[in-house]
């Protein structure tokens, strides 16, 4: 039986969840397999191998796991980042965040709860603060802030006290 038994099922005009097969290139091999050019429902396109459109792999342009269209802004990649280091062993801050009982609130594990809780980022300059440095990432615990305004914030700074004025030294 030759690899294009199963792959002949994948012709012009069959539907593969939102897909829609507009062309085939058995001429083209991936790995020795066709190459079947889509349409999304979305009205998007996608290129994708036969065998993963057979096999229920792919069902979109990538449309259904983009939902929130905020995948590769600063504001995704800092949510993306506390989750990792709050919830994934093998993330290099783990035993830092994790590792110490530090948590994401159950909201928060969901982007777009982060997102209409917090907002976008202000600036390239500001990063997530926990108030609270031993406490979790909740909306009563965090807020956005500059760098000279975090490092007043950490477990190990020290104030210098003068003539009632006081001053962070790190």
Known sequence: MSRWSTETKVTVGSKFGLLTVHYVDRDYYKHHHAIAFCLCDCGGSHKVRTDSLLR??????????????????????????????CTKPEDVGFRWYGGRGIRVCERWLKFE???????????????????????????????????????SNRGYTRMWLWEEHSESVG
């Open 56 to 85: 229920g792999e792919t069902k979109s342009c990538g449309c259904l796991v983009r939902t929130h269209g905020k995948s590769k802004t600063s504001t995704y990649m800092t949510w993306y980042c506390m989750v990792g280091r």
């Open 113 to 151: 709860n982060f997102l209409e809780d917090m907002g976008e980022k202000p600036s390239k300059d500001h990063t997530l603060d926990r108030m609270d440095v031993d406490g979790n990432y909740e909306l009563d615990n965090c807020r956005w802030a500059t760098k000279a305004e975090q490092s």
